[in-house]
């Protein structure tokens, strides 16, 4: 049996082995009032779900989390911190796989792999938020990253197919690591939100 994962800077981690998505059970606690920086996290999720409502392929061997943040700011400011997420997950996905990333706006990650020009999606980044004209009371950043999971076949149609670490280089990379890694280059940017 693993330990129990800590992440310096998140007050309070939720995880599932299977949960239908853990974008929809942190917006629920963000309304019941969970502090910032609450982390909710599923090995497989059965509706994970990405911008308009897509559907995102959730099998064991992915990394599916959201994160609850209340930052002080306008909600204008969310298209920019999108963008900073976007921008910390590749530098991030990069450094640990070894992959060329690049972002896609507005909400995805994508590898380029090895000797190939095509770049295939490996990671999808959702924020919602709640709030007035004025202020926010909270924001969920969620984040499913394609690990070692299988990948669903892409469609002819597809601009990015989808594609995983492991599946790109051939190695197994382990999920905990990874997540422990995306939420401190957040921590280092948003420590404060």
């Given at each position: 049996m693993?330990?129990?994962?800590?992440l310096?800077?998140?007050?309070?981690?939720?995880?599932?082995?299977?949960?239908?998505?853990t974008?929809?059970?942190a917006?629920?606690?963000?309304?019941?009032?969970?502090?910032?920086?609450?982390?909710?996290?599923?090995?497989?999720q059965?509706?994970?779900?990405?911008?308009?409502?897509?559907?995102?392929?959730?099998?064991?061997?992915?990394?599916?989390?959201?994160?609850?943040?209340?930052?002080?700011?306008?909600?204008?400011?969310?298209a920019?911190?999108?963008?900073?997420?976007?921008?910390?997950?590749?530098?991030?996905?990069?450094?640990?796989?070894?992959?060329?990333?690049r972002?896609?706006?507005?909400?995805?990650?994508?590898?380029?792999?090895?000797?190939?020009?095509?770049p295939?999606?490996?990671?999808?980044?959702?924020?919602?938020?709640?709030?007035?004209?004025?202020?926010?009371?909270?924001?969920?950043?969620?984040?499913?990253?394609?690990?070692n999971n299988?990948?669903?076949?892409?469609?002819?149609?597809?601009?990015?197919?989808?594609?995983?670490?492991?599946?790109?280089?051939?190695?197994?990379?382990?999920?905990?690591s990874?997540?422990?890694?995306?939420?401190?280059?957040?921590?280092?940017m948003?420590?404060?939100?």
């Amino acid at each position: 049996m693993k330990a129990p994962l800590r992440l310096p800077g998140v007050r309070r981690i939720i995880h599932r082995r299977r949960l239908a998505s853990t974008q929809t059970l942190a917006r629920r606690l963000a309304d019941e009032g969970a502090p910032a920086w609450t982390l909710v996290w599923a090995d497989r999720q059965t509706r994970g779900r990405g911008r308009m409502d897509r559907r995102w392929s959730s099998a064991e061997g992915g990394l599916y989390f959201s994160l609850i943040l209340r930052p002080r700011v306008a909600p204008a400011e969310l298209a920019r911190m999108s963008v900073q997420a976007g921008r910390a997950c590749a530098r991030t996905l990069g450094k640990l796989s070894g992959l060329r990333m690049r972002v896609k706006l507005p909400n995805d990650v994508l590898a380029v792999p090895p000797g190939q020009t095509r770049p295939s999606k490996l990671c999808g980044i959702l924020i919602e938020a709640s709030g007035t004209q004025h202020e926010l009371h909270w924001m969920v950043i969620g984040i499913g990253v394609n690990v070692n999971n299988p990948v669903p076949a892409s469609m002819p149609e597809a601009a990015f197919p989808p594609a995983s670490i492991r599946g790109l280089t051939g190695r197994q990379m382990d999920v905990r690591s990874v997540l422990r890694s995306l939420v401190a280059a957040l921590t280092a940017m948003w420590g404060k939100c």
